[in-house]
């Protein structure tokens, strides 16, 4: 059985039961939720910065951090934090930054160990550097190697992106994916970003108001809100995986499970690459099989499985060969007939779907 | 001039900073990281050199270092001299009557470390010792300068402690601020004037330099 983390928690907003597997091979947990949920206060309880109120219960992998009032000093937890500023020392280099961790190692260790983590995290090129000239990513890029040089059973990053401008975030996702993926630490990632959640969660954990609404795999969650706060939190949004068929004039190609949609290229894919394909549920335009096909848009033959309300609107749950949710107004539904049962067409404009490269 | 009055002070004044930054280093750390009610005490008692009469310290401290107190007559029973009316006495003097001028502007500078910094090295495994050496101290320079420069100023001119503590003993215990009270009760207004000046350029060389460096980072407030 995989190791796994669970917490007990009634501190602050927080009123929190959770048991989250640790898993190498899909190790990155995203806690999401809207600023105010509790999910940095979540996150420092773990590393044992904050004390949460009892009762409390931190436990990882069977070893008891934080009962009631005793706890573990966070210095003994071996666990990897990367603050959303960073806060790497000022006053020392890039490479006393990273090696700071490393104590009671012999010298010539240090050093090796230093230089792996700074090319585990893409930056063997920055080695010698003083800290203060560092761009914002190159400072993320360091802060991650440092925060992995000692090997941490556990490696919480706290909005690891938002301290960056827009153009570099997006750049720097997925290289931040491919680190968090070949390095294996379990990790517990905050952010309110939902495509950071996309790009770079394997889990998603969602939090409202200091209490975890929902939790399963990303794509699930994404695509099947259980509750009206996490649609709420998460907008209904369909995500589909699938890979890149080919590349021509600005647009993609996407095989996904029963066909291929077609989206704008954000550029960064490779042909065969992994991809997301996202589609807000508001964006999704249910037909009749009798409408004609009017312009080359994504269309998909699908069957109703459930309609729930919500609201003035109708949330149209949908088999297209994959899993697919479509928001129609009553009066619509009404004049397509829709019910449970009934053969449709999904029609999708390319230019509302939102691809995600995914390592 | 009474040059050995002056050579005395700055001995005094050297030892005093020097035992000051060892000492108020580990105190102000312990006062900044402290969450025990009764900090405040501590605080309060460290502060009181500020506003005490130095009389009234010295009076305590005389009375704590004789002969008739265990402190000052254990001390003798080891080094076979006694703690009041030496350079000894005065040191400890000293350093109780400088105190504030070391600890707080520490606290102030350990204060403004981002606490961060302080998370980030507790969470790689350092104690609060080794973070209080290794990040909080060479981002404090500027507390450590001024606290070395008021311990080595305040020391110089400190008058009333020294008096009650050190007595007026020439070539031992007599500081040069008393050398210009015993000039002038001598009627030695000459003497008294150069002593003077001296200490007046000494003391206001000491504060330019502090700001100076302290002011290396430009103005606290933009200009609107």
């Not at chain 1, 009631?68 to 003994?76: D, E, I, L, T």
Request: proline share 7%.
């Amino acid at each position: 059985m995989a190791p796994t983390l669970s917490l007990r928690l009634r501190h602050q907003v927080l009123d929190v039961d959770l048991s989250l597997p640790l898993e190498a091979d899909a190790p990155v947990t995203v806690l999401f939720g809207p600023s105010g949920a509790g999910k940095t206060t979540l996150l420092r309880c773990v590393a044992g910065l904050d004390a949460p109120a009892p009762p409390a219960r931190v436990v990882l992998d069977g070893e008891v951090w934080n009962e009631g009032r005793r706890r573990v000093n966070a210095r003994r937890r071996g666990i990897g934090y990367l603050f959303q500023d960073h806060a790497l020392f000022p006053h020392m280099g890039v490479d006393a930054n990273v090696a700071y961790g490393l104590t009671g190692l012999p010298r010539a260790e240090r050093r090796a160990r230093t230089a792996q983590a700074l090319a585990d995290a893409g930056v063997a090129h920055l080695a010698g550097r003083a800290t203060r000239g560092l761009s914002g990513g190159e400072a993320q890029r360091v802060a991650l190697a440092r925060a992995l040089a000692v090997r941490p059973r556990l490696l919480l990053l706290d909005e690891p992106l938002s301290a960056l401008d827009a153009p570099t975030r997006t750049g720097l996702r997925a290289g931040l994916r491919a680190v968090l993926a070949s390095s294996g630490t379990p990790t517990l990632l905050v952010t309110h970003d939902r495509a950071e959640a996309l790009a770079l969660g394997d889990r998603l954990v969602v939090l409202v108001d200091g209490r975890v609404h929902q939790q399963g795999p990303v794509q699930e969650v994404f695509s099947r809100p259980a509750t009206p706060e996490v649609a709420r939190a998460v907008g209904t949004e369909n995500v589909l995986s699938g890979r890149v068929e080919s590349r021509a004039g600005g647009l993609v190609r996407v095989g996904v499970a029963a066909g291929a949609l077609v989206a704008p290229d954000p550029g960064g894919l490779v042909p065969g690459g992994r991809v997301l394909a996202c589609v807000r549920a508001e964006d999704v335009a249910l037909e009749t099989e009798a409408a004609r096909a009017a312009s080359p848009r994504n269309r998909v033959a699908a069957t109703v499985t459930a309609i729930v309300p919500e609201g003035p609107l109708e949330r149209v749950e949908l088999d297209a060969g994959f899993p697919l949710t479509a928001y129609v107004t009553r009066t619509s539904r009404h004049e397509l007939g829709l019910v449970p049962g009934s053969r449709v067409r999904a029609v999708v404009k390319a230019a509302a779907v939102h691809l995600i490269p995914r390592t | 001039m009474d040059w050995d009055a002056v050579a005395l002070s700055v001995r005094l004044a050297s030892a005093t900073t020097l035992v000051l930054l060892v000492g108020a280093v580990p105190l102000a750390a312990w006062l900044a990281f402290s969450r025990r009610r009764w900090t405040v005490l501590v605080e309060a008692v460290v502060a009181l050199p500020l506003v005490l009469p130095p009389t009234v310290l010295g009076f305590y401290l005389l009375v704590a270092l004789g002969e008739g107190s265990p402190v000052g007559r254990w001390w003798s029973e080891t080094t076979g001299s006694p703690l009041v009316f030496t350079f000894n006495g005065l040191l400890v003097a000293s350093v109780l009557h400088s105190l504030p001028f070391a600890v707080q502007p520490l606290m102030a500078s350990f204060a403004g470390v981002d606490r961060r910094l302080l998370e980030a090295s507790w969470i790689l495994g350092r104690s609060q010792a080794a973070t209080v050496l290794r990040v909080v101290l060479p981002l404090s320079r500027p507390g450590l300068v001024t606290a070395a420069v008021l311990s080595f100023a305040h020391t110089i001119g400190e008058f009333g402690v020294v008096l009650m503590v050190g007595g007026n003993i020439p070539g031992r215990t007599r500081t040069v601020a008393i050398s210009v009270y015993d000039s002038v009760q001598s009627f030695d207004y000459a003497t008294a004037a150069r002593t003077s000046v001296l200490l007046l350029l000494f003391s206001l060389v000491v504060l330019v330099a502090t700001y100076a460096l302290n002011r290396r980072g430009g103005p606290a407030w933009p200009r609107p």
